[in-house]
């Protein structure tokens, strides 16, 4: 009889564990692999990040549907989102514009609105990253960069709204489904 209520009560404490970890993970932090090196050298290929559930929005479990916005991803933050063609890969990116920007990479320089985004030089980094076709691991070199990321607003140049493909891929980006990483 004692040993059968020490297993009812083990049982129990499990099961109090089991709902209390998806209840977290429903509502307030996942965790998420880093699939590739495209984020290197802030983030490499097979690093393990926490990702706040709420960055943006409350939101229903398991659903997209929000209760509470709670704002909208600034630049400089790093991102998880479904991938607009593959709903079923999850992204992670840093933000560098928000909706009206104007980005741009010229020899390398990432100018938002027309300014140079300042960046000091950081040398070479060698990384381990994962062929898309056969999967097998090969090291490969980047220039690493510090770059400081304004996180106020910036007046575009030109002083006009973007276009229309522009507002439609910011539609999709505007975090209906972003998450932040708190790694």
Avoid at 88 to 117: C, F, H, M, S, W
Avoid at 165 to 175: D, F, L, N, S, V
Wanted: proline content about 7%.
């Amino acid at each position: 009889a004692a040993a059968a209520g020490w297993a009812h009560r083990r049982a129990a404490v499990a099961l109090v564990v089991v709902v209390l970890a998806l209840v977290v993970r429903a509502l307030l932090v996942e965790p998420f692999r880093i699939p590739s090196g495209s984020m290197a050298p802030t983030l490499l290929a097979g690093d393990h990040v926490f990702v706040s559930k709420l960055a943006y929005a409350v939101r229903l479990p398991f659903t997209r549907v929000r209760l509470v916005d709670l704002g909208a991803p600034r630049r400089g933050d790093v991102i998880v989102f479904e991938s607009p063609r593959d709903p079923a890969t999850d992204v992670v990116k840093r933000v560098v514009g928000i909706p009206g920007d104007v980005i741009e990479l010229r020899e390398q320089v990432l100018y938002v609105n027309g300014v140079p985004q300042p960046r000091s030089d950081a040398g070479e980094l060698t990384y381990e990253e994962r062929s898309e076709e056969t999967g097998a691991p090969f090291l490969d070199t980047c220039r690493r960069h510090r770059e400081s990321l304004a996180k106020g607003e910036l007046v575009r140049p030109d002083g006009e709204p973007g276009g229309a493909e522009e507002a439609a891929w910011q539609a999709g980006a505007k975090g209906e489904h972003a998450e932040a990483v708190l790694a």
